[in-house]
């Protein structure tokens, strides 16, 4: 089958052997799957990852449990171990023995076929168009601030960064009833925020306030230290952002402001998939490019571009 | 009167012209001070900060409202304005106008007399001593991280430093219930807490694990990150420490382990009073030296030596 698949040095498309159904697992073709910054930064070195990238996707499982052939999944990436203490506190995204698909591990989705275990398999209803489907894991990302920060009706919200995270944060933090000011660098991206009515506004044009609630998605290490200018005292920054560099943080502000930083990573599927289902969340409008998968490697470098939103591929 | 002043370049005891009563204050006799790492930052040019130093004391009011007159006091550091938004949430010590004693364009307590807003003054029971009372402002710093953090019974905590600070912190968090760990360098210091049955190793020993609340009070721009490196998965980093310089961060564990770092500044006087009226916190046991005001600058530098806990100063 096909594959895009990193050495450590080059991500290219290259033939690689169809994996055999794994224990405990589906094998899921994959139908379509999305590029996330998180891939290129492993391509720079995060992790140190080798292997087939990719754990966005939205497929249909061709072996595995009788129930479960012929289904159309999308599936949580954390492969958890399901028996250690941590799992058994229902904490399977932190597994410390897990393994990450396309991250840690774990072959990835940008490939024809991909192992995922039954545990982290989700169903897609059938009002949802593989188009919708493939955000179910960004989207659960973006839900994940909500299971972490109690964010309470009303409370004014600013997200730094207007690329594909940060617009879904945006308007998960508005459907929870939150005034949400988007701070951006793209004006295409932003009026998709703009025609929801969340407010937003250009990066140059912007003073720093003082939100209770700041979240980082603008993935640049230098996203934290401006987030932190931007929250009140007591107030809460969430940070999204996964770099492979070091950076340096005057962590005054933060002690002297008693400021509370929340780093955030994968979320729950389940309200992502029916935020899908209801359409309450615009993920259509950010699909910005689609190819093969035969492409994936020039796909891959495009997603890089500035303001680049979500590309897809198409196995 | 004689008074530590600190110019920029040089810490040091001269006479200064006592000061006259300031509206809705205090005056107040210093009988004790403490000297507090914060001092020795300020020395360094943290804040930027040009006046009388000090910012821990016990006194006797000697002019100000009739009511006050004679009383033995302790006082809140943070002057506010009363009148703010922030002020008016009961955030006093968070005021954005606030000036602070010792610390931002107000005189401190390293002298004969120090003005103190008669909102920030606490009444010392008859009971607590001066030499336990000038401890009420550090350990109100203690008790600082159970305003912020639910810490729980049986919670697993490790203290990060075996200063003044993670001495009052540690048991502070023992007398809450928590099973706490405290990984210093100072033998002597870490036996004070051994006396009170709390687990203290040395950091030589130490191998990090993964608690799920660590409080970094080592004071050095390094102890966040060793902080992160020691907490589980979803677990709490309260910060104490404040550096006048910069600090290199790898930013990934904190996203990764969706870790919270809540940072941790000035805390409640009543239970800090209470607990010195019962004795159930051991202040008196941190009193490493004692000397006259007038040196007060010799003082200052030998509260930097390692290992060093709480100098005293007797105007």
Redesign the interface.
């Known amino acids: 089958m096909r594959a895009l698949t990193f050495d450590g040095s080059i991500a290219k498309v290259s033939d690689v052997a169809k994996p055999d159904l794994a224990p405990d697992s589906a094998l899921v073709r994959v139908t379509l799957a999305g590029v996330c910054n998180t891939d290129l930064e492993l391509v720079k070195g ?1 992790m140190a990852f080798r292997g087939t990238l990719g754990h966005e996707f939205v497929g249909v499982v061709e072996d595995g449990p009788p129930e479960w052939l012929g289904q159309r999944v999308v599936g949580e990436i954390n492969f958890a171990c399901q028996s250690c203490p ?1 799992c058994h506190e229902g ?1 399977q995204r ?1 597994c ?1 023995s897990r393994r990450v698909m396309g991250i840690l591990e774990a072959d990835g989705s940008f490939a024809e076929y991909v192992n995922v275990p039954i545990a982290n398999l989700h169903t897609v209803p059938e009002s949802v168009d593989d188009d919708s489907a493939v955000f179910a894991e960004p989207l659960a990302a973006a839900f ?1 601030v909500l299971e ?1 920060v109690h964010v309470m009706p009303n409370q004014d919200c600013v997200v730094l960064g207007d690329g594909k995270l940060g617009l879904l944060v945006a308007q998960v933090l508005r459907q929870a009833g939150a005034q949400v000011l988007v701070v951006g660098h793209h004006p295409e991206n932003l009026e998709i925020l703009a025609r929801r009515d969340i407010e937003t506004i250009e990066d140059s044009n912007w003073t720093p306030g003082s939100a209770s609630l700041v979240v980082d998605a603008t993935g640049s ?1 230098e996203g ?1 230290q401006r987030a932190v200018a931007a929250t ?3 107030g809460t920054v969430v ?6 560099t ?7 502000q ?12 994968c979320g729950p599927f389940p309200p992502a998939i029916r935020a899908l289902e209801t359409g309450s969340i615009d993920v259509r409008s950010l699909i910005s490019h689609r190819c093969s998968l035969n492409d994936a490697s020039d796909a891959l470098e495009r997603a890089g571009d500035p303001g680049q939103l979500k590309v897809l591929l198409e196995p």
Not at 239 to 244: C, E, N
Not at 246 to 252: H, I, W, Y
Not at 254 to 265: K, N
């Open positions: 995060y941590i904490l932190h410390p994940e972490q290490a934290l009140r005292p007591r940070l999204k952002s996964t770099t492979a070091k950076t340096s943080v005057d962590l005054s933060l002690v002297v402001d008693e400021i509370r930083v929340v780093g955030s990573r």
